[in-house]
C-alpha cells in the first residue's frame, strides 16, 4: 500500500527565504506526482504536476523535481512571501493501469511566511 | 477560471440521517472524483467515477456510501446512515479528458459535522 510521507511537518521562516519542503512515497511505480496548496477552511489548488517520465516542472516562484526510483519529491519555494503562507500537500497517482487515478496523500507541510 | 463548486458549505447532521453532498465539476471534465478530510489527518480517496459508473473506490467507500451524477451538471455523494466518524470535510474534484497525467481541480468542500 502506498505510504506518502512529507517532512517536515511545520516550518516558519522569514519573509524572502529560499526553502524546500520534502516529500517521500514508498511505492516507486507512480505516474505522475502533485503539489497542492491548502488555505485554512478552503479547498486544494493544484501548484504542480509531474509525470513519472519527468525530472522537475517550474511555475513561478515554484520548481517541483521527482526522483521516482528513490521515491522522492521536492518543493523548491523562492524569495519566500507571506502569501505563501498555507499548507502544502504532495499526492502521487498509482501507476496500477485501467482508469483508476484516486490520489495518496502527505499529511502535509505547514508553511507559516513571517513578515 | 472555472471552479468546482460544492453544496453546502457546511452541513449539520443528526447521527443515522441520510445527507446528500453536492459538487458541480467544471463543465468539460469527464472524470470525478471524493476524497474526505478529517479533521488533523491526511486527505483521503473514497471513489472515481467516469462514464456513469464508479471506475475505482477505496476500503472506505463501503455500503453506506453512493454517488451519482444525476443530470449532466452535478456529482453527488450520499451517506445513508451517517455515524459520528463521518464527520470530515469532504471534497469533490474533477478532470479533463485525455491523457492521465492532466492535474485534478478541487472544490472548497462540504465540512459535515454528525451530531
Known amino acids: 500500500k502506498q505510504e506518502v510521507t512529507q517532512i517536515p511537518a511545520a516550518l516558519s521562516v522569514p519573509e524572502g527565504e529560499n526553502l524546500v519542503l520534502n516529500c517521500s512515497f514508498t511505492d516507486s511505480a507512480i505516474y505522475n506526482l502533485q503539489w497542492f496548496r491548502q488555505d485554512p477552511g478552503k479547498g486544494l489548488t493544484s501548484l504542480l504536476l509531474i509525470q513519472s517520465s519527468q525530472r522537475e516542472q517550474t511555475s513561478g516562484r515554484l520548481n517541483a523535481s521527482l526522483d521516482k526510483s528513490s521515491g522522492r519529491s521536492t518543493l523548491y519555494i523562492a524569495a519566500s512571501q507571506p502569501g505563501d503562507s498555507a499548507t502544502y500537500l504532495c499526492a502521487v497517482r498509482q501507476g496500477s493501469g485501467g482508469g483508476a487515478d484516486g490520489l495518496t496523500f502527505g499529511k502535509g507541510t505547514h508553511l507559516i511566511i513571517q513578515p | 477560471e472555472p471552479e468546482v463548486t460544492q453544496t453546502p458549505s457546511h452541513q449539520v447532521t443528526q447521527m443515522g440521517q441520510e445527507v446528500i453532498l453536492r459538487c458541480v465539476p467544471i463543465?468539460?471534465?469527464?472524470?470525478f472524483y471524493w476524497y474526505r478530510q478529517i479533521l488533523g489527518q491526511k486527505v483521503e480517496f473514497l471513489v472515481s467515477f467516469y462514464n456513469n459508473e464508479i471506475s475505482e473506490k477505496s476500503e472506505i467507500f463501503d455500503d453506506q456510501f453512493s454517488v451519482e451524477r444525476p443530470d449532466g451538471s452535478n456529482f453527488t455523494l450520499k451517506i445513508r446512515s451517517t455515524k459520528l466518524e463521518d464527520s470530515a470535510m469532504y471534497f469533490c474534484a474533477s478532470r479533463p479528458p485525455g491523457r492521465i497525467n492532466q492535474p485534478q481541480h478541487f472544490g472548497d468542500g462540504t465540512r459535515l459535522s454528525i451530531l
Open positions: 463543465s468539460n471534465h469527464l472524470y
